[in-house]
């Protein structure tokens, strides 16, 4: 479990550890940053920008601007810009080389990038934040995401799960974690509320990514089910909910189902700090 290291922010390091962000989404958060938050200094790496197929650039251009953002001591903080597939390409070079500047500073992001933050939480290197990206500035009320992350980093505790309890924590996109679970960047959960949500999957696909995660993560404390958007529909009804599908995976597995929380791929997604770190901050 990592320590509480949030500290005050004042450079806050973006970089594109998967896919690509569109440079207006970034002129518009920087607007918002500089008109409502001057005292934090947002700095998007030009590595935010680069498109190479899929990806914000090669395994090798991510992984050189997340290390440089990561080791960089004058940086306060790492957000990730957006998720997309593509952090788990790069996390087992970027621990290898992470230094002691990444050791004391928290990294926020979701989605896919839920990767690095539960190989982060693992490897004990700085405080993983589930947290919105600058990409959320596209959503509808996406402005609001953007505020809240942006005062957690100048210590406003608003913007936290309001869920959260004196148990630790621990964040993630449903498929994500599934992806995660088995792997060397698999953390330890034990006793840990394990918030989820899930976007874009159909309810068979989240029964299976259920059937799957709750074989592997028995001994943790409970589920929350976040936010479960844009479901696609599927030629015939699957004749569940997904709190439905989680509540009966929760009880086939012995896991106890804890109810919801606010998180998500929405506006309303809120900040989930690994561990017991934010509870401080709450206090």
Known sequence: MTADVHRP??????????????????????????????????HFHEQCFV????????????????????????????????????????????????????KNKPFLGYSDCGTLLGALYRAGIGSPVHAPMPVDIKREGGEAAIRRVLAYMSGN?????????????????????AMLVGTPFMPDLTGHEVLI????????????????VTAQIGDIAGIKLGEVTAVPENDRPFGAS???????????????????????????????????EGRTLRA
């Open 197 to 212: 949500e899930e976007v874009g999957e159909y309810e068979y696909a989240i029964d299976r990514l259920l059937f799957h």
């Open 51 to 102: 498109e190479e197929g899929h990806f914000a650039g090669s395994d090798d251009t991510r992984l050189a601007a997340l290390l440089e953002c990561a080791n960089d001591a004058s940086n306060d903080a790492v957000w990730f810009a957006k998720g997309g597939y593509g952090s788990n390409r790069i996390a087992a070079q970027f621990l290898k080389q992470a230094g002691d500047a990444a």
């Open 9 to 42: 922010i004042r450079k806050v390091a973006i970089c594109a550890p998967a896919t690509p962000l569109k440079r207006k989404y970034a002129q518009a958060v920087s607007r918002l940053a500089s008109d409502e938050f001057p005292e934090l200094e947002l």
């Open 242 to 276: 997904a709190q439905e599908i989680v509540q009966d995976w929760c009880r086939r597995s012995g896991i106890s189902y804890l109810g919801r929380a606010e998180v998500g791929h929405s506006s309303t997604n809120k900040i989930v700090p690994f561990g017991l």
């Open 157 to 177: 505790p608003d913007g936290l799960e309001p869920s959260l309890t004196d148990r630790p924590v621990a964040a993630f996109n449903l498929y994500t974690l």
